[in-house]
Nanobody, 126 residues
């Protein structure tokens, strides 16, 4: 069974950092592009970042570029999202997903990704 589990969310003050983890099971994580998404209250889910398994190319949305870093550790079947200089508008439930059958992201991840995790809450507030 394909499964992704996110962890690492929490509540922080503006300007602080958090690291999220996305661990896969039931499939070969290193074969597929993995994306991070977020959904704020009352807003649509948006793609935040993606990492290609083929060559490690990374992509970021304009809203997080320069502040967030996606990375991978395939030995641990895990993809990470390091979030620095967090802002209140980063508050959302963060999800990861795999694009089964695709090793390249091609850009910021879209809604056609598969195998969604359950999400982890990130709250940025003073």
């Amino acid at each position: 069974q394909v499964q992704l589990v996110e962890s690492g969310g929490g509540s922080v003050q503006p300007g602080n950092s958090l690291s999220l983890s996305c661990t896969g099971s039931g499939f070969t994580v290193e074969y597929y592009a993995i994306g991070w998404f977020r959904q704020a209250p009352g807003k649509a889910r948006e793609g935040v970042s993606c990492i290609s398994s083929s060559d490690g190319t990374t992509y970021y949305s304009d809203s997080v570029k320069g502040r967030f870093t996606i990375s991978k550790d395939y030995a641990k079947k895990t993809v990470y999202l390091r979030m620095n200089n967090l802002r209140p508008d980063d508050t959302a439930v963060y999800y990861c997903a795999a694009h089964i059958g695709y090793s390249n992201c091609g850009g910021v991840p879209g809604p056609d990704f598969d195998a969604w995790g359950q999400g982890t809450q990130v709250t940025v507030s003073s």
